[in-house]
Protein backbone atom coordinates (compact mmCIF):
# COMPACT_ATOMS: atom_id res chain seq x y z
CA UNK A 1 0.00 0.00 0.00
CA UNK A 2 1.03 3.26 -1.11
CA UNK A 3 1.19 5.95 1.71
CA UNK A 4 2.57 9.85 1.17
CA UNK A 5 3.08 11.99 4.58
CA UNK A 6 3.51 15.77 3.84
CA UNK A 7 5.09 18.05 6.83
CA UNK A 8 6.44 21.04 7.22
CA UNK A 9 4.21 23.60 6.60
CA UNK A 10 2.58 26.21 8.61
CA UNK A 11 2.49 30.14 8.78
CA UNK A 12 5.31 32.11 7.73
CA UNK A 13 5.94 35.80 6.77
CA UNK A 14 7.43 36.71 3.72
CA UNK A 15 10.75 36.22 2.78
CA UNK A 16 11.04 33.43 5.63
CA UNK A 17 11.34 29.76 4.77
CA UNK A 18 9.95 26.77 4.81
CA UNK A 19 11.06 23.15 4.05
CA UNK A 20 8.42 20.20 3.28
CA UNK A 21 9.10 16.70 3.56
CA UNK A 22 6.92 13.94 2.08
CA UNK A 23 7.84 10.35 3.95
CA UNK A 24 7.39 7.54 1.39
CA UNK A 25 5.74 4.13 2.08
CA UNK A 26 5.22 1.05 -0.66
CA UNK A 27 6.84 3.02 -2.89
CA UNK A 28 10.29 4.21 -3.79
CA UNK A 29 10.77 7.97 -4.24
CA UNK A 30 14.40 7.21 -5.84
CA UNK A 31 12.45 4.93 -8.47
CA UNK A 32 9.69 7.04 -9.34
CA UNK A 33 8.99 10.42 -10.35
CA UNK A 34 8.19 12.70 -7.42
CA UNK A 35 6.76 16.09 -7.82
CA UNK A 36 5.38 18.68 -5.69
CA UNK A 37 2.23 20.78 -6.51
CA UNK A 38 0.59 23.62 -4.98
CA UNK A 39 -3.34 24.74 -5.20
CA UNK A 40 -4.27 27.84 -3.70
CA UNK A 41 -7.90 28.67 -2.51
CA UNK A 42 -10.25 29.19 -5.81
CA UNK A 43 -7.56 27.76 -8.02
CA UNK A 44 -6.57 25.35 -10.24
CA UNK A 45 -3.55 22.45 -8.68
CA UNK A 46 0.05 22.82 -10.63
CA UNK A 47 3.00 21.18 -10.52
CA UNK A 48 5.82 23.22 -8.53
CA UNK A 49 8.78 20.83 -8.79
CA UNK A 50 9.51 17.39 -9.85
CA UNK A 51 12.29 15.06 -9.52
CA UNK A 52 13.06 11.96 -11.97
CA UNK A 53 14.71 8.89 -11.47
CA UNK A 54 17.80 9.83 -12.55
CA UNK A 55 17.69 13.08 -10.68
CA UNK A 56 16.72 15.42 -13.03
CA UNK A 57 14.59 18.31 -11.74
CA UNK A 58 12.43 21.05 -13.05
CA UNK A 59 10.60 23.96 -11.64
CA UNK A 60 7.69 25.91 -12.45
CA UNK A 61 8.84 29.48 -13.72
CA UNK A 62 7.03 31.30 -10.43
CA UNK A 63 9.30 29.57 -8.15
CA UNK A 64 12.99 29.02 -10.05
CA UNK A 65 16.05 30.39 -8.48
CA UNK A 66 13.60 30.59 -4.76
CA UNK A 67 12.50 26.24 -4.50
CA UNK A 68 14.67 23.36 -4.81
CA UNK A 69 13.63 19.77 -4.63
CA UNK A 70 15.78 17.15 -3.37
CA UNK A 71 15.68 13.59 -1.88
CA UNK A 72 17.03 11.15 0.58
CA UNK A 73 17.11 7.90 -0.71
CA UNK A 74 17.76 6.30 2.76
CA UNK A 75 15.08 8.02 4.18
CA UNK A 76 12.73 7.15 0.88
CA UNK A 77 12.00 11.19 1.24
CA UNK A 78 11.49 14.32 -0.86
CA UNK A 79 11.69 17.55 0.15
CA UNK A 80 11.03 20.90 -0.76
CA UNK A 81 13.17 23.89 0.41
CA UNK A 82 11.49 26.88 0.20
CA UNK A 83 13.06 30.46 0.54
CA UNK A 84 12.05 33.87 -0.12
CA UNK A 85 8.38 33.23 0.71
CA UNK A 86 6.06 35.81 -1.67
CA UNK A 87 2.31 35.83 0.07
CA UNK A 88 1.52 34.30 -3.80
CA UNK A 89 3.19 30.81 -2.60
CA UNK A 90 0.53 30.43 -0.13
CA UNK A 91 -1.38 27.51 -0.74
CA UNK A 92 -1.90 24.12 0.09
CA UNK A 93 1.05 21.88 -1.18
CA UNK A 94 0.74 18.22 -2.45
CA UNK A 95 3.32 15.24 -2.74
CA UNK A 96 2.91 13.00 -5.75
CA UNK A 97 5.02 9.86 -6.37
CA UNK A 98 4.07 8.80 -10.04
CA UNK A 99 3.22 5.36 -11.02
CA UNK A 100 4.38 4.92 -15.00
CA UNK A 101 7.41 6.83 -14.76
CA UNK A 102 5.40 10.41 -14.93
CA UNK A 103 3.53 12.53 -12.87
CA UNK A 104 -0.14 11.83 -15.22
CA UNK A 105 -1.21 9.44 -12.73
CA UNK A 106 0.09 8.30 -9.04
CA UNK A 107 -0.17 8.30 -5.89
CA UNK A 108 -1.02 11.81 -3.40
CA UNK A 109 -0.20 13.02 -0.39
CA UNK A 110 -3.13 14.57 1.86
CA UNK A 111 -1.50 17.71 1.75
CA UNK A 112 0.23 20.54 3.94
CA UNK A 113 -0.95 24.07 4.11
CA UNK A 114 1.64 26.61 3.94
CA UNK A 115 0.66 30.45 4.07
CA UNK A 116 2.81 33.62 3.53
CA UNK A 117 1.81 36.82 5.09
CA UNK A 118 2.62 40.03 3.94
Known amino acids: QVQLVESGGGLVQAGGSLRLSCAASGISSHINTMGWFRQPPGKQRELVASITRMEGTSYADSVKGRFTISRDNAKNTVYLQMNSLKPEDTAVYYC????????????WGQGTQVTVSS
Open 96 to 107: KAGRYGDLQFGY
